[in-house]
């Protein structure tokens, strides 16, 4: 079977020692990134909560912080999980999308 690459936006390395602060419910806890888009990105976990989950996210950027509330995509037991940002207002969407620019056209120059 084929995995198909279902995302709308592309994922870049996050810059190293990225952390994101996630929330579901009272719990509250700290990962380390492998991935980041702007529609999303994987968080490194040994504890994933159950697909579908809602969660709150921050990330502190060089450029500011970034909130969005997300959801639960894609669960990998031991290793994270992949999360879809579905709110996040405009003033952080664009501090995300400036931060990423310049990673996403590393990935670009790296892969050709």
């Known amino acids: 079977m084929v995995d198909v690459e279902q995302r709308r936006y592309p994922r870049a390395n996050p810059?190293?020692?990225?952390?994101v602060a996630w929330?579901?419910?009272?719990?509250r806890t700290v990962s380390f990134l492998e991935n980041?888009?702007?529609?999303?990105?994987?968080?490194?976990?040994?504890?994933?909560?159950?697909?579908?989950?809602?969660?709150?996210?921050?990330m502190e950027l060089p450029i500011g912080e970034v909130r969005a509330?997300?959801?639960?995509?894609?669960?990998?037991?031991?290793?994270g999980m992949g999360i879809e940002f579905i709110a996040m207002n405009q003033e952080d969407?664009?501090?995300?999308?400036?931060?990423?620019?310049?990673?996403?056209?590393?990935?670009?120059?790296?892969?050709?």
Request: with cysteine; glycine share 10%; net charge positive.
């Open 36 to 58: 980041l888009g702007l529609g999303g990105m994987f968080v490194v976990t040994r504890k994933p909560v159950a697909l579908e989950t809602m969660v709150r996210i921050l």
């Open 93 to 112: 969407r664009a501090r995300l999308g400036r931060t990423l620019m310049p990673l996403l056209a590393g990935n670009a120059a790296s892969q050709s």
């Open 23 to 27: 929330q579901c419910g009272t719990e």
């Open 69 to 79: 509330r997300a959801m639960v995509r894609r669960i990998i037991p031991q290793r």
């Open 15 to 19: 810059p190293k020692g990225l952390v």
